[in-house]
Structure formats: structure tokens, C-alpha cells
């Protein structure tokens, strides 16, 4: 086989082989039929949310290749005519209505369902209807510029306003464009809110404060208003002359000592179960399931314009369901299998998001290499099989990228780009909130504070776990010549003594262990969770962020396992009072010792905008590693092949070999 940059595989979720399949097109028909069926379908229904109910891991555990298998299907049905929302539980294997519990919106802690995308056509066309939003812009000599402006759908938070508390509301921030195709996020109007009541479908409100001038910047940044591209950069070809070293089957992944289930759904997006390493001839339980479930994007600003925005890029608009379609060459390169996702529109109606997620393999320089006394060399070629998505909500775009190694490590990474949101404000002015990017152009400091969920399963499901740092010791009998540091490991043996802070002047992780199995050394197996922290949440315990997004507060959570617990700011973050989530699971206080548990990290990049973020943002990387430390007994990867014996490249051939003078050979990096 022949493979180079341009060659991809693809699997459509089209039959079901196993309990934690991804839904087919043709299940999410079927599951809608049994509703219809039921009379919950009327003309103004819609589905702001559609998730498979996964089955319980006994039913896992026990499955074999041709059971018969259980699937259901978790519909949110929204009654647009009175905003009414209800959970459906249909069973795809009895064709019957298992559940239909309508939800309380209007009685605190409140809370709505997602949004649906028509929902961001009828803000806009509510917006613009509105004599308060026309006369706002006739009086700032804009008249002339409604028809092309955009009116951005936003979340609106929770304050507790009388006139928004129990309802489906929206705001709605103007920016103009001089075409269909212009970028309207250079040409914000300051100062310009509408507040927008979607089941009425009538503006609650509009506020039109200053009179500041909209930028004057053309934001675009497509090759046509760039201009000719460089043509300094050569071609770089990636080239797999045997093919790739990973194996497909239907959603299962073989590659190297690694084996997983790919998954995908419209909240979550990508979804990995079943995360197991080889040893010998074993196949050794890392992971039960791993998800990046929600995010929280708050900003700093104080003025009437975003004081309020903290968008829940999940819970309140659904990562999965706003996923890219990937494109070879651009999004992935080389040798790419690619999978299918398969969520529900508006209506209910399977609609199928081709190439969603991506995998191919990566070259990763060196692994490991040592020149010994006699001078000589050994040295192994790192690799790492990459899995990845893309999600655009509104103005940024995120990418969630899981990284399997050859020594047993899990890295994660989330790289947000797309364009920053900004405000307008008078050019050359300093504001304590807002950096000027561009003349005239102010965007807020915000963060990105995403949360992975890990249900770790460390050789089995009962684990425990500990924190471990890095210290030093007073000078002293245990330290006569002040040289001398050790580390301590705190167990964490209860949910409320998990809520942890990363600490980078201890070296702190977090380690998993093993209740069952012990490696050659004799002690228990485990993984560590290294940190790559930022900062916390940064919004004051008064705000109403603060209580909405609680887990971006820590680093570190960690709960006994429930299959009900799966977001970490609740179900219906959306317009939400707050409490919800983990900070009411952990209440409970339940015991991690011994036992399933699942760990909540959150990590994320804190954003002081820069003029080089304009007009589209190079990637911000962020993430964390989930790495083996004595749950395998020696180096995984010690009998990787030789690199030198197969490139003569490496082996001192070519123009020079990797020491030779001039070439351009060269082998480690």
C-alpha cells in the first residue's frame, strides 16, 4: 500500500456492534418515531438536546460479540409555543417510552435547555425588528447600516432580574459589515444591548448607552484580502509507505500496546472508552471513559456591554453539535482515518457531521537515547497516535486533541483560535479591563477554563488517590548539608478534601493507584495527572459566575462514581442560578478510597488579548498529562526499532549523516 498526505479512511456510525457505540442516523429516527408515536411532537416542538443514555458498566463489562445489546436515547423536547422543556427516555430495543419528566424553568435555580441554531436567526430577527434596536442606530448616524449588521446570539448569565428569571432569554450585541462576507467582529457598537424574551419572541429590553465610533478596520484575514502567500516555506510530505500502524474496527482502535472506543455525541463531542494498555500479553485498564464536558469562557469587563458574559460552550450551545467537518491537508495531515459524528437537528432529525473526529499518527523526535563509555549510540524515534476535533462557537474555534505515546502517557491538549471578542473604545485611551488590539479596538481579558472528565480505572475500578509534592528539608539531623528534598503523599480519601489547587513550586500531581495490584517493585500501580495549571477562575466568590461555574475554581476534583454525574456545572448551566454540578455532588462527601472514582481537571489559558491576536488568534495551547508512574515494571518502549539500522540517513548515509558537514540529513530532533 502507498500512502502519503492526501490518503484517509473513514467509519460512519451507520450498525451498532457494541454497548458504547455512538447513535446511527437511523436510531435517532427511530427514537423520534417512538416519541411521535407517543404525541410529544407537535408542531412546535423542538430538541435542544439529544444524547445517548449510556449503559451501565456492569452491561459493559459482561457484554460478548452478538449480544444483544440495550440502547436508549435521552431527548430534551422544548415546546416553543410556551417554553415548556421535558426529558424523554425512549428504548430503541422495546420501541417503547420509557420516561417523560417535564423540568421546572421557572422557579429558582432555574435554568433552560441549549439553544437551538434557529434560535440564534430569531434573536437577530427580533433584534432588528425592535423600534428600540432601529432608533438606537438612527441615532448613531447608523440607519444606513441595519440591514448588514449582525446581531450576535449570547448567553445571558443569571442575575436575577425580574424581567429574565424563568425565562428563555438571550442578548443580542450589534456589530456591522460592509458585506455578506465582511468579518463583523472589527465593528462592534458600543454600548448597544437588546435583550431578547425567544418564547414570546419580543425584545424585554434594549440599552443604548455612549456614543462611541465604531471601528474603521477591515478584520478580515482570507487569502484574497491578505494578499499573494510566501513562498519561502518548501513542502513538507508525510509519507507512511506501508500504511498507518493503527487498526479500525467499526469504533474500535488498536494501535501499538494502546486499545480504545471512539465516541462522539452533540454535548460532549469526542468521547474515548475502554482506554487500555498492553503488557505482555494483558491488556491493562487505564481508562473507563474520558470526555472534555464542559467549558466555561468568562470575561472581566465591567461595562453594560459584557459584564455578564460567561459562556458555558457545552451546556449552553452544545461543543459537539457546532463540530467541524475536518479537511485533509489542512485541519489533519498524513496517513487519516477520520469518523463520522452523527447528531440531531432542531427538529429532532439525525443529521450526520462527516470526517468529525480524526486520527493519524505523528512523528515525535526523540524517545529515548544514550551514548554509552565506548561511544556508542542507541537512540528510538518517538511517535504519538493523535485523535482530534474541532468545535467553532460564534467567534472562536476550539480544538481538543488526546495524544497516546509509546511509554504509556496520555496527553491533552485544547488549542483555542478563531477571533477574539472586542469591544470599541477611543484609540489610544487605557482601559484596566481591555487591551487595545487594533486602533480603537478593546478586547476584554477573559479565560478559557476547560474541565476534563477522567473515570479513571487504574488495573480495574477500584482506586484511590493521593497528592503528591515535591519538598524540601530544614538543615538539620535529616539534612546535614542542606542538599537534601524528599516528597510527601497526602492521601485524598473523601470528596470534600478533593477540591485541590495545582501548585508549580512543588512539583504537585495527582496520583491514581491501584487497590489490586502491585508492580515488581511492590508497590501499587498507578498513573499521575501532571498539571500544566493556569488560573483559576478569577471571578470574586460574590459574582454569579462564581456560583454558576464552581468547578473552575480548583484545579482538581475528584467523586465516587454516578452515571448521573456528567457535567460539571449541571445539566442546564444555561441561564442557571448556580450550585449545580460539583460542588452539590461533592456535598456528600463520599469516600474515594478503594472504590470508583472519577477526577474533574480544569486547565485553560488565562487571555490578556494582544495586538498578534488580530485579526485571527495564532493557537493559545493548554492541557495535561496523564502519565504511568509504576504501573508497568520497566521502559514499555525499549523494543522500539532501531532508527539508525533502518534509515541510512541516521546510520551516517545521505548528504552527510546527522554530523556530516553541509547535509541536510538529519535524523534526531
Same mark, same amino acid.
Given at each position: 500500500?502507498?500512502?502519503?498526505?492526501?490518503?484517509?479512511?473513514?467509519?460512519?456510525?451507520?450498525?451498532?456492534?457494541?454497548?458504547?457505540?455512538?447513535?446511527?442516523?437511523?436510531?435517532?429516527?427511530?427514537?423520534?418515531?417512538?416519541?411521535?408515536?407517543?404525541?410529544?411532537?407537535?408542531?412546535?416542538?423542538?430538541?435542544?438536546?439529544?444524547?445517548?443514555?449510556?449503559?451501565?458498566?456492569?452491561?459493559?463489562?459482561?457484554?460478548?460479540?452478538?449480544?444483544?445489546?440495550?440502547?436508549?436515547?435521552?431527548?430534551?423536547?422544548?415546546?416553543?409555543?410556551?417554553?415548556?422543556?421535558?426529558?424523554?427516555?425512549?428504548?430503541?430495543?422495546?420501541?417503547?417510552?420509557?420516561?417523560?419528566?417535564?423540568?421546572?424553568?421557572?422557579?429558582?435555580?432555574?435554568?433552560?435547555?441549549?439553544?437551538?441554531?434557529?434560535?440564534?436567526?430569531?434573536?437577530?430577527?427580533?433584534?432588528?425588528?425592535?423600534?428600540?434596536?432601529?432608533?438606537?442606530?438612527?441615532?448613531?448616524?447608523?440607519?444606513?447600516?441595519?440591514?448588514?449588521?449582525?446581531?450576535?446570539?449570547?448567553?445571558?448569565?443569571?442575575?436575577?432580574?425580574?424581567?429574565?428569571?424563568?425565562?428563555?432569554?438571550?442578548?443580542?450585541?450589534?456589530?456591522?459589515?460592509?458585506?455578506?462576507?465582511?468579518?463583523?467582529?472589527?465593528?462592534?457598537?458600543?454600548?448597544?444591548?437588546?435583550?431578547?424574551?425567544?418564547?414570546?419572541?419580543?425584545?424585554?429590553?434594549?440599552?443604548?448607552?455612549?456614543?462611541?465610533?465604531?471601528?474603521?478596520?477591515?478584520?478580515?484575514?482570507?487569502?484574497?484580502?491578505?494578499?499573494?502567500?510566501?513562498?519561502?516555506?518548501?513542502?513538507?510530505?508525510?509519507?507512511?509507505?506501508?500504511?498507518?500502524?493503527?487498526?479500525?474496527?467499526?469504533?474500535?482502535?488498536?494501535?501499538?500496546?494502546?486499545?480504545?472506543?471512539?465516541?462522539?455525541?452533540?454535548?460532549?463531542?469526542?468521547?474515548?472508552?475502554?482506554?487500555?494498555?498492553?503488557?505482555?500479553?494483558?491488556?491493562?485498564?487505564?481508562?473507563?471513559?474520558?470526555?472534555?464536558?464542559?467549558?466555561?469562557?468568562?470575561?472581566?469587563?465591567?461595562?453594560?456591554?459584557?459584564?455578564?458574559?460567561?459562556?458555558?460552550?457545552?451546556?449552553?450551545?452544545?461543543?459537539?453539535?457546532?463540530?467541524?467537518?475536518?479537511?485533509?491537508?489542512?485541519?489533519?495531515?498524513?496517513?487519516?482515518?477520520?469518523?463520522?459524528?452523527?447528531?440531531?437537528?432542531?427538529?429532532?432529525?439525525?443529521?450526520?457531521?462527516?470526517?468529525?473526529?480524526?486520527?493519524?499518527?505523528?512523528?515525535?523526535?526523540?524517545?529515548?537515547?544514550?551514548?554509552?563509555?565506548?561511544?556508542?549510540?542507541?537512540?528510538?524515534?518517538?511517535?504519538?497516535?493523535?485523535?482530534?476535533?474541532?468545535?467553532?462557537?460564534?467567534?472562536?474555534?476550539?480544538?481538543?486533541?488526546?495524544?497516546?505515546?509509546?511509554?504509556?502517557?496520555?496527553?491533552?491538549?485544547?488549542?483555542?483560535?478563531?477571533?477574539?471578542?472586542?469591544?470599541?473604545?477611543?484609540?489610544?485611551?487605557?482601559?484596566?479591563?481591555?487591551?487595545?488590539?487594533?486602533?480603537?479596538?478593546?478586547?476584554?481579558?477573559?479565560?478559557?477554563?476547560?474541565?476534563?472528565?477522567?473515570?479513571?480505572?487504574?488495573?480495574?475500578?477500584?482506586?484511590?488517590?493521593?497528592?503528591?509534592?515535591?519538598?524540601?528539608?530544614?538543615?538539620?539531623?535529616?539534612?546535614?548539608?542542606?542538599?537534601?528534598?524528599?516528597?510527601?503523599?497526602? =492521601?485524598?480519601?473523601?470528596?470534600?478534601? /478533593? %477540591?485541590?489547587? $495545582?501548585? +508549580? !513550586?512543588?512539583? *504537585?500531581?495527582? &496520583?491514581? #493507584?491501584?487497590?489490586?495490584?502491585?508492580?515488581?517493585?511492590?508497590?501499587?500501580?498507578?498513573?499521575?495527572?501532571?498539571?500544566?495549571?493556569?488560573?483559576?477562575?478569577?471571578?470574586?466568590?460574590?459574582?454569579?459566575?462564581?456560583?454558576?461555574?464552581?468547578?473552575?475554581?480548583?484545579?482538581?476534583?475528584?467523586?465516587?462514581?454516578?452515571?448521573?454525574?456528567?457535567?460539571?456545572?449541571?445539566?442546564? =448551566?444555561?441561564?442557571?442560578?448556580?450550585? /449545580? %454540578?460539583?460542588? $452539590?455532588? +461533592? !456535598?456528600?462527601? *463520599?469516600?474515594? &478510597?478503594? #472504590?470508583?472514582?472519577?477526577?474533574?481537571?480544569?486547565?485553560?489559558?488565562?487571555?490578556?488579548?494582544?495586538?498578534?491576536?488580530?485579526?485571527?488568534?495564532?493557537?493559545?495551547?493548554?492541557?495535561?498529562?496523564?502519565?504511568?508512574?509504576?504501573?508497568?515494571?520497566?521502559?514499555?518502549?525499549?523494543?522500539?526499532?532501531?532508527?539508525?539500522?533502518?534509515?541510512?540517513?541516521?546510520?551516517?548515509?545521505?548528504?552527510?549523516?546527522?554530523?556530516?558537514?553541509? %547535509?541536510?540529513?538529519?535524523?534526531?530532533?
Amino acid at each position: 500500500m502507498s500512502a502519503h498526505h492526501h490518503t484517509s479512511t473513514t467509519t460512519a456510525p451507520t450498525t451498532v456492534a457494541h454497548p458504547l457505540d455512538s447513535l446511527t442516523a437511523a436510531e435517532l429516527a427511530r427514537g423520534r418515531d417512538i416519541l411521535d408515536a407517543a404525541g410529544l411532537i407537535g408542531p412546535g416542538t423542538r430538541f435542544p438536546s439529544v444524547l445517548p443514555v449510556e449503559p451501565a458498566k456492569e452491561a459493559v463489562a459482561s457484554f460478548r460479540p452478538g449480544d444483544a445489546i440495550e440502547r436508549r436515547i435521552l431527548f430534551v423536547l422544548l415546546d416553543t409555543a410556551t417554553g415548556q422543556p421535558a426529558e424523554a427516555v425512549v428504548s430503541l430495543t422495546t420501541s417503547e417510552l420509557v420516561s417523560h419528566t417535564p423540568l421546572s424553568t421557572d422557579a429558582a435555580p432555574y435554568g433552560q435547555p441549549q439553544y437551538l441554531f434557529e434560535e440564534y436567526e430569531a434573536a437577530e430577527r427580533i433584534a432588528k425588528a425592535s423600534p428600540e434596536w432601529q432608533a438606537a442606530m438612527t441615532r448613531r448616524g447608523l440607519a444606513d447600516r441595519m440591514e448588514l449588521a449582525f446581531c450576535a446570539p449570547l448567553a445571558p448569565g443569571h442575575f436575577n432580574r425580574a424581567d429574565e428569571v424563568g425565562r428563555r432569554a438571550i442578548r443580542s450585541l450589534t456589530f456591522l459589515r460592509s458585506s455578506i462576507d465582511d468579518s463583523p467582529w472589527s465593528h462592534p457598537v458600543e454600548g448597544l444591548i437588546v435583550h431578547i424574551d425567544l418564547t414570546a419572541g419580543t425584545v424585554i429590553r434594549v440599552e443604548d448607552e455612549g456614543d462611541v465610533p465604531v471601528p474603521a478596520l477591515d478584520g478580515n484575514y482570507d487569502a484574497a484580502t491578505v494578499g499573494p502567500a510566501r513562498t519561502s516555506l518548501k513542502p513538507i510530505e508525510i509519507t507512511q509507505p506501508e500504511g498507518p500502524s493503527f487498526h479500525v474496527d467499526g469504533q474500535a482502535v488498536e494501535w501499538e500496546n494502546w486499545k480504545f472506543r471512539v465516541g462522539f455525541n452533540a454535548r460532549e463531542g469526542l468521547v474515548l472508552n475502554q482506554v487500555t494498555f498492553r503488557d505482555g500479553d494483558e491488556d491493562r485498564p487505564v481508562l473507563s471513559r474520558a470526555s472534555v464536558p464542559e467549558m466555561v469562557v468568562p470575561y472581566g469587563d465591567t461595562t453594560p456591554t459584557r459584564f455578564w458574559i460567561s459562556y458555558f460552550d457545552a451546556g449552553e450551545y452544545l461543543l459537539g453539535k457546532n463540530a467541524n467537518s475536518l479537511t485533509l491537508g489542512c485541519d489533519c495531515l498524513g496517513v487519516i482515518h477520520y469518523f463520522d459524528g452523527v447528531v440531531a437537528d432542531d427538529h429532532g432529525n439525525p443529521v450526520t457531521i462527516p470526517q468529525v473526529v480524526c486520527m493519524h499518527e505523528e512523528d515525535y523526535g526523540v524517545l529515548w537515547k544514550h551514548t554509552d563509555l565506548t561511544g556508542k549510540a542507541e537512540v528510538r524515534r518517538s511517535r504519538r497516535l493523535v485523535v482530534s476535533y474541532f468545535s467553532t462557537i460564534g467567534n472562536y474555534d476550539y480544538g481538543f486533541f488526546w495524544y497516546f505515546y509509546l511509554d504509556g502517557t496520555i496527553q491533552v491538549e485544547a488549542k483555542a483560535t478563531g477571533i477574539v471578542f472586542a469591544g470599541a473604545g477611543i484609540p489610544g485611551s487605557d482601559d484596566p479591563h481591555a487591551t487595545e488590539i487594533a486602533p480603537g479596538l478593546f478586547a476584554p481579558v477573559h479565560q478559557h477554563l476547560f474541565c476534563a472528565r477522567l473515570d479513571v480505572a487504574i488495573d480495574g475500578e477500584r482506586n484511590s488517590l493521593a497528592e503528591v509534592d515535591v519538598v524540601g528539608i530544614p538543615i538539620g539531623e535529616d539534612n546535614p548539608y542542606g542538599n537534601a528534598f524528599t516528597w510527601t503523599t497526602t =492521601p485524598i480519601r473523601s470528596e470534600r478534601e /478533593a %477540591g485541590r489547587l $495545582a501548585n +508549580t !513550586a512543588s512539583s *504537585r500531581v495527582w &496520583e491514581v #493507584t491501584s487497590s489490586d495490584r502491585r508492580n515488581l517493585v511492590g508497590k501499587p500501580t498507578a498513573y499521575h495527572l501532571v498539571p500544566q495549571p493556569g488560573a483559576t477562575l478569577m471571578a470574586q466568590p460574590e459574582s454569579t459566575v462564581f456560583g454558576r461555574a464552581t468547578f473552575a475554581t480548583k484545579h482538581l476534583w475528584a467523586t465516587a462514581f454516578d452515571p448521573a454525574e456528567r457535567f460539571p456545572a449541571g445539566d442546564y =448551566p444555561n441561564a442557571h442560578a448556580g450550585g /449545580a %454540578g460539583l460542588p $452539590a455532588w +461533592t !456535598a456528600a462527601d *463520599r469516600s474515594l &478510597e478503594d #472504590t470508583d472514582i472519577v477526577l474533574w481537571h480544569v486547565f485553560g489559558p488565562t487571555h490578556i488579548p494582544r495586538p498578534e491576536d488580530w485579526p485571527i488568534m495564532p493557537v493559545d495551547y493548554s492541557g495535561f498529562l496523564f502519565k504511568p508512574y509504576g504501573f508497568l515494571d520497566r521502559n514499555p518502549a525499549l523494543d522500539l526499532p532501531d532508527g539508525a539500522a533502518a534509515s541510512s540517513c541516521c546510520a551516517g548515509g545521505g548528504d552527510g549523516g546527522e554530523h556530516g558537514g553541509g %547535509g541536510e540529513c538529519r535524523c534526531e530532533h
